[in-house]
Structure formats: C-alpha cells, structure tokens
C-alpha cells in the first residue's frame, strides 16, 4: 500500500521519484513507520497538504481534532495499543456503525482490525497523524491494555500446552469456558460474517498461529492470536460444535448454528489434526446471502434459456460440474426452487445438506450407516419421485442408479467434478457407464466457475495493452467502443479492489449429432471442438465477457480459466 500511496502523490505532483525512493529506504529502515508519516518528517510534505490530498482521492471526509472531545464510552470500544498500532481513533458511534478518524485510509488492515475488536460497521475520516497521537496520549493510558488481557490468557494457557502428552481435558474444557476465549472464539466467527467470508481457517503451526477467511474465493490472512492459545479456542469451537473434545487423533466434522442479529447461520465444521495441532475450516452458511434466482446468477442469454429448456423436460438427466466452491449448489438450489410446485414431488440427497428448502425433501448422506448416494436413490424411486437431486455422482452404482431414473420418467439433477462440459462425458465413461447410456440420458451439462466482481465504490478505468486484448481475441472494432475497470481499493472492499462474485457458465445442450459422438467414444478433445462448432461459449468466452461488460478484471479471467478455453 506505501508503493500504492507513493505513486498517487507523484502522480499529483506533490512529490518526486526520487522522494519516494528515499522515503521508502527510510521506511525500510523502520517498519513500523507509515510512509505519510517519513515524508512529513523528511520534510518532502506538509501535513496539511497532505490530509487534504487523501480526503480528495479517497473520497473522505477530514477532520480537525485539536479541539474535538471524545466520549468515554466510544474511547473504550477500541483497545489503546490497536488505536496507537494504526494511529487511530474512535471519535462517534451511531447505531452499529463507528467512525474512525485515522492518518492512513489506505490501510484497510486497520479497518479490519476495528471491525474484528468491535463487530461494527467502520466509517472512515482523515484526521492528520500529529493530532492523532496527541489525541492518543490525552484520551489512553501508556499501558498496553490488549497485551495485559492476553498475557493473563497465554499464562493460562500455557499450563495446559505443557501437559500436551497428558491433557486434563476438564480443565481444558473449563477455561475454555472463560469469558475471554468466548469473547475472542465469538469475535472471530462474527467478523467473517461481517466480512462476507464462505471458510474460516484457523491453522496451528510450530511458532505461530493464524486465522484466515476466504472472501470471494480468495484468502486473507486476517488475524495472529498467541499461539499458546491454540488448545482453548479448538476446545471451545469442539463445545460448540459437539465434538469429542478429548479426542485429538482423528478427523472430526460438526455443526454450529448461531443467531446474529435477527438471521440464523449455520457453520458446517471440520477438525484435522495436523503435526502441530488441530487445523478447523468453517464453512459459512448464511442463508441470507443465498440467491435462488436463476436471472440473478450471472447467464448470458442463450445459455440462460439452453439450461432453463433443459430443467424443465420431462425426464432425462442435467449435470452441473466444477471444482468445489465453484458455486454448483446454488445453481442446483435455484433449479429446483424454479422448480418446487406442489404438483411435484422433489427429493434430493446431500452430503452435507447446506441450505433447508421448503416443499423439497432433503436427506443428509450417512455413509457410515450405510446411507450413501446410492441407497438415498434406491429408496427415492419408491417414493414416487418427479425430480431427484444427487448431490454429486462419485461411482458407477451412483451414475447407474441415476441415470436408469433418468430414463425411467424422472429430471435428475447432479454434479462432477470435471473441468469443463465435454470432459464431463469422458469421466462417465471412465466410471463404466456405456456411451450409449450417457447419450440416451443426458440431456445438458453445465461447466461453471465464480469470478470476482468489482467494487462499484472504487472501480476506475484502466487501460490494457492492445496485445493482452489481442490474446483474448477482442477485436480493434470492440477496442473502441469498451472501456475497462479495475477496481482502485476502498474501505468498502477492505482494498481487494472487488466485492461480490459472479458465475461464468459453459452450457452444452446435447444435440443429435453430439449424441452420436458419445456412442462412437469420441474423446473429449473432439467434443470440445464439436461444442465450440455449435457456438457454445467456453468458460474463457464467457469470462471475457464479463470482462468486457466491465463486471471483471483481466487478471480474474487469467486466474479462474485456463488458456486452453480460447
């Protein structure tokens, strides 16, 4: 972000190059420096100058705070050594939204930071830094108070960590009871949700710890808690979770369900131990950020209506393929709910079940007692079924199972995981599913994948070298009528420079000729070619797409699609 900071101020002529570069080896020098700060001190910028300068390109307010007065009660929200660590302070709160003044809107660490210590929404104001620090000194006490709170914990802590080989699980469970763990374990979950987060990782190493969310398909690394501190929040999360908290040797998977603020979130938990401790990913399942509607998803025209077509046949089966997180279930879940009347009989089977629908059936898969994919369909096809979901076809008794539904009266909907839509056809085939089965059954396979969006609050044009277009195959005629976006940064995206995400598709309706392939045992080389004969965008197609309707970056096209899509 100081590179980021320093070629804006040049770019407005308020330093040179050569300033820049001494400033940076003299924050090199000293870490802990904002780079603002070095210039003022090297005499290279006002500070005035340059507080005006970021409220302009940040779009922020700025403040004088040399006669401000500060409330107690807005004070106290934010530890005294996170306030002096970001040069930072809290200065009103309305509702569940707080105002920070800081010196340095470009470091959206801090806004993070506040958000994860007070689960409030941030707003930022620019105030400058010598105004901050003597604020600072008049408002907290020297004392580092957050460092106070979490040595007490580490001490505690500690006396468990070296009865490892011997744990007194009691007493484990009971500090992890305490007030604190709870405090912290509560504050991690509650500032993913914040965030917008889908897992939250929290990872065990030999020196250190780390929390990290996945936001958009992409992780941070968010926050280090001691490492002494390790056993108390798996503890506490193993308590929530309704764990064995005594074991810690084998895999374990749970469940948490939490109420915040008016919504209730499930949180599917996984435990693995790992060589220096139990590493948890929380996958976030929040059903207010689910979106059943099928407009909504991110199709282009004609595969909107080649996949609408397809669910709403009769008979035959659809399959949805990608990697995990690529967004399948929601495009399964918008499915059926355009599906779900009370004419027809719904029945779908998961593992796990991650969103209740109404009017539909759902069954959570138990292999361990014997309920796997295949069971849950035997027994659905004596349940006078219309359409049946299978959460994912693994083996050839599942793809046998589903694909005789499928040719017996019944919509089967399901997923792979292949990396596009012709490769689909070949995994079937290598399960020992007979080509003329896969041909006389599947009616659509659906290839998808989820892009970034950018941030409207901070999205500014770009431009791209005409050869990096060129690559993409967008032509000069296209060049002079499409702008291109980036996003620059901001509060509101936490400086990803995205917000949201977006599913690109590769729809392949499977047509008469396409069946005859199957049955001669074409490889997928050749039904990739056959496809893209017929018009149908690949999944790079459909990216530079979104690419170039300003939705996305160059770089998040790149980064989801592979270059053998052109």
Known sequence: MAKLLGQLLINSGLITEKQLETALKSQKENPGDKLGSVLIRLDFLDEQKLVNFLGKQFNLPTIDLSNFEIDNQIKDLIPGDTARKHSLIPIDKFGNVLTVAVSDPSDFNAVQDIRFITNCEVEVIIAPESQILETLDKYYEKENELTEVLDNLEETAMEVIEEADDVDVGKLETLSEDAPIIKLVNNIITAAIHRGASDIHIEPYEKMMRIRYRVDGVLFEEYKPPLKLKDLITTRLKIMARLDIAERRIPQDGRIKIKLKRKEVDLRVSILPCIHGEKIVMRILDKGNLSLDLTKLGFETKPYEDFNKAIHTPWGMLLVTGPTGSGKTTTLYSALSTLNKT???????????????????????????????????????????????????????????????????????????????????SRLSNMGVEPFMIASSVVLILAQRLVRKICEKCKAPVKIPRKELGKLHITEEEIKNLTFYEGAGCTFCDGSGYKGRIAIYEVFPIYEDTKELIINGEPATVMKRHMMSKGIATLRISAVNKFKQGVTTLSEVYRVTAADED
Not at 363 to 382: E, K, P, S, Y
Not at 394 to 421: C, F, M, P, W
């Open 343 to 425: 004419t027809e009989n719904i029945m779908t089977s998961e593992d796990p079940v991650e969103y209740n629908l109404k009017g539909i059936n759902q069954v959570q898969i138990n292999a361990d007692v014997g309920l796997t994919f295949a069971a849950a369909l035997r027994a659905f096809l004596r349940q006078d079924p219309d359409i049946i979901m299978v959460g994912e076809i693994r083996d050839y008794e599942t793809a046998e199972i589903a694909i005789k539904a499928a040719l017996t009266g019944h919509l089967v909907l399901s997923t792979l995981h292949t990396n596009d839509a012709p490769a689909t056809i």
